[in-house]
């Protein structure tokens, strides 16, 4: 397994481009705390998909932080990413595993309790769980609650990472049921000061760590 | 390079899928003499391109037809598949081979003579050029006409596929170009019996190249 940090996981906003701030916009997560960011993109060319994501790379690797890819697995090959993150409606992750070898991360999503069982029995480095609460990011995200979102810790043996929903309102909650991570997309990349939004959830989870020490 | 018979290009159709007809239909065009297939989707998830692109596999296989696949260079690793076609808003040819290696066809689209002549000095294994007629199939397609494919196959160091618009009845004019491959989408899947219009095509084209002995 590789070992990643995934607290405070960004996930990228599709809206922006490298025309209008994305490299910025990333760079100000990643100095707000920001630990790993996933770079997503479903409507975009598969050029300005690559340009993108060779532009993240070279930032994420300016700052040692992992960029993990959704969906794409040539890209991951086309600019050496820290792996690649999928969906239920992605390439499986056994074929993934195939083209991108052992030493890339791989995430799944989940998104119910069977799932996360199954994902137990895959090669995978850890599990995105969600919606935790309604979004606005993706149309049509099944809701999943607190509460099941606690079994999912329970149940995986691999990290979870909540997704769905979360800011700073509601972190707590998500962080009192045992999951360690959290993913956001508009939490960070919606707000005025995305290194002000991104240093006010870190905190929230550096504290919400004592918590439980 | 690899040797590839491009002559009857047969390009899918977006709107099949293995729950309608994709693979009794790719079976009629190379039964009626497609001589290579490419899997183009979109606007499909991935995990549905995967199943579809392995159920073409298997049938390409058993034909000993060549399956390239447009785009999605993580599909030809994952299924094994012959090679991919790029096209001008896809990865760059250079990031696809070295992703791909040297054993796979790299096609790559061109609509100008400035890319055609671009493409000489890139690793690909054979260009598409057009649209050499009007078509339904892609939206926003430029036209080049059969003046500029004539051009098109005297300036190209590669086997030029013509595309767009192409069918039974203007296919002996794109032949008088010298272009010995075209490329077609609906003239084949938009027909009642794919086979028999696939075997019209071949027909014509085999016709055409006596022309030229």
Not at 75 to 104: F, T, W, Y
Not at 109 to 124: D, F, G, I, M, Y
Not at 150 to 163: D, F, H, R, Y
Request: charged share 25%; glycine share 8%.
């Amino acid at each position: 397994m590789v070992d990643i940090d995934l607290r405070l996981y960004v996930i990228t906003d599709e809206r922006l481009t490298l025309e209008n701030g994305l490299v910025e916009k990333v760079r100000q997560a990643i100095e707000g705390g920001a630990t790993a960011i996933q770079y997503r993109a479903k409507n975009k060319s598969s050029k300005q998909i690559y340009r993108e994501a060779t532009a993240l790379k070279k930032l994420c690797r300016e700052y040692g932080v992992p960029l993990i890819i959704n969906d794409r697995v040539d890209i991951v090959a086309g600019i050496d990413a820290d792996g690649v993150h999928v969906g239920q409606d992605d390439l499986p992750v056994e074929v993934v595993r195939r083209i991108i070898g052992n030493s890339k991360i791989v995430g799944l999503s989940t998104k119910t309790l069977e799932q996360v069982v199954e994902a137990n029995t895959l090669p995978v480095d850890y599990i995105g769980f969600g919606s935790v609460f309604p979004t606005t990011t993706k149309k049509d995200a099944t809701l999943s609650g607190i509460e099941m979102l606690k079994e999912a810790v329970k149940l995986s043996i691999q990290p979870v990472v909540a997704i769905g929903g979360i800011n700073a309102d509601n972190i707590e909650k998500v962080l009192q049921t045992g999951c360690k991570n959290i993913a956001v997309v508009s939490a960070v990349f919606s707000a005025n000061n995305p290194l002000k939004a991104a240093q006010i959830l870190k905190q929230k989870l550096l504290k919400g760590r004592r918590w439980r020490a």
